[in-house]
């Protein structure tokens, strides 16, 4: 029966799902902070590549993800807000905690409107069986690793060797820097297609860069001898080979002739881990705090989009999005309609939280239908996790759980003062207080004041019961963390991390 239905949709496609789809690049950076991009007003690292494809494009600098990495990858993935999917915290290695496998995917979804779909890099949404690979979850290939951490050359975790050729535990990339590694089967993919060919092209492409831990061949951590901080200039290079990566990428488009039939994403995970936090130095100024916080700078990451179905380009949006509206805006812009019409029969309701269509804001700079952006919440307020946050038109009410990185933290080697950021506040607070904000809530108006310098709860009572009403609306819909299921991944006879269900 279902198969019948499906068919039936099929047939019933608008015209322009027949015609030529633009391909889509998606580009993920990992750990990557604000203020690690020249785009955002920073001459600290060079991101010429970046750079070029964000003025030329559409820069979205209010744009939220999650604040740390597995639940940031499974909103983009699945369209569910980490409320409902119960991914909060990201994944252990060798534990049996996977993104629900009754979720379509977002490459599922593609796949079905006709897109070739390949995913490269760190994946990180589960490894215990085999349904919980990427191959299993709409990627027809994967190279890269299941995990969320390792050694860029010897690629191994917690006692073991993770880098895999679609299924197979692919030794032959050991010694190699992985940026090297996933860039070479980026550019090997792209060079498969050509004007001509018969499905567009979606690939997911998520650097391990910058994250911990912090290495780079010598030839660019040389480029940063001046930066005052070894871990700042481990991080500089990171992000430099990255920007070369994302170079090499743009070129193979442009080789194969599709550059201009091509639709590149780009963001972070979540904001960049600052101040030693995580042992490693990302940046996020001017924001406040950043990864594992509620503070905008553990959320508003870099992003930007570029190239094929823009009509308005060249310029900085404020509209509102969040990571999970990739789902519903993909499909709709690959579908030419409406995506509801594209969810499979059976398929997990999604609920207030969940993603948004926002095509039209990316493509014209139409307003975002998008006016709330719920960062995390958990029943009866509790302040689990990273807390409880949700913004409302202007305004942010906030209360921290966890609050590794509570103020504001120039970079090793760059003054503030005379850093023209593209996002301003003036000079921060001369101290942050640690606990602030986590026996009750706070209030902040994210518009005048995007950096939070300003408690105002006090002021505006009235708006803060009015936004903790609408909060506990989230909270009544949010689920507990998710737990493990089934058994856990092995290390095989060879060392290698493996299902523990593979032949």
Known sequence: MQAMLW????????AFANAKQPHIVFIVADDLGWNDVQFHGSPQIPTPNIDKLAQ?????????????????RASILSGRHVIHTGIYMPFSQGTALRLNLTYSLLPQYLQRLNYSTHAVGKWHLGQNVLKSLPTSRGFETFLGYWSGAEDYYVHTTKGGYD??????????YNNTYSTYAFTS???????????????????????????????APQSYIDKFKDVPDQRRQLVCAMANILDDAIGNVTQALQQAGIMDDTLIIFTADNGGPTNGN??????????????????EGGTRVAAFVHGAGLQKSG??????????????????????????????????????????????????GSSSPRTEILKECHQDHQPLEHGNAL?????????????????????????????????????PPAHADPKACQSAFCLF???????????????????????????????????????????????????????????
């Open 7 to 14: 068919l039936l949709l099929a047939l019933a496609l608008p």
């Open 56 to 72: 030329e494009g559409v820069i979205l600098n209010n744009y939220h993800a999650q604040p740390v990495c597995s639940p940031t």
């Open 163 to 172: 880098f895999e050729d679609n299924l197979r535990t692919a030794f032959e």
């Open 185 to 215: 089967r980026a550019v090997d993919i792209i060079k498969s297609f050509n004007p001509q060919s018969a499905k567009p092209l979606f690939l997911y492409l998520a650097y391990q860069n910058v994250h911990w831990p912090l290495e």
């Open 278 to 295: 995580e042992g490693t130095m990302s940046n996020n100024m001017p924001l406040r705090g950043g990864k594992n916080t509620l503070w």
């Open 315 to 364: 310029y900085v949006n404020w509209e509102k999005m969040h990571a999970t509206d990739w789902l519903p805006t993909l499909v709709s812009m690959a579908a030419g309609e409406d995506w509801h019409k594209h969810i499979p029969p059976g398929e997990p309701a999604y609920l207030l939280g969940d993603g948004m269509d926002v095509w039209s804001m990316l493509r014209d």
């Open 391 to 427: 913004i409302v038109g202007d305004w942010k009410l906030i209360q921290m759980g966890m609050n590794p990185e509570p103020g504001w933290y120039p970079p090793p080697g760059q003054n503030p003062n005379t850093t023209h950021y593209t996002l301003t506040c003036g000079p």
């Open 445 to 503: 108006n994210v518009t005048a004041d995007p950096c939070e310098y300003h408690n105002v709860a006090d002021q505006f009572p009235h708006v803060v019961a009015q936004l903790t009403q609408r909060l506990s609306e989230y909270q009544a819909t949010a689920v507990p963390p998710v737990a493990p299921e089934g058994c856990t991944p092995i290390i095989d006879k060879q060392g290698a991390w493996r299902p523990c269900d593979a032949p």
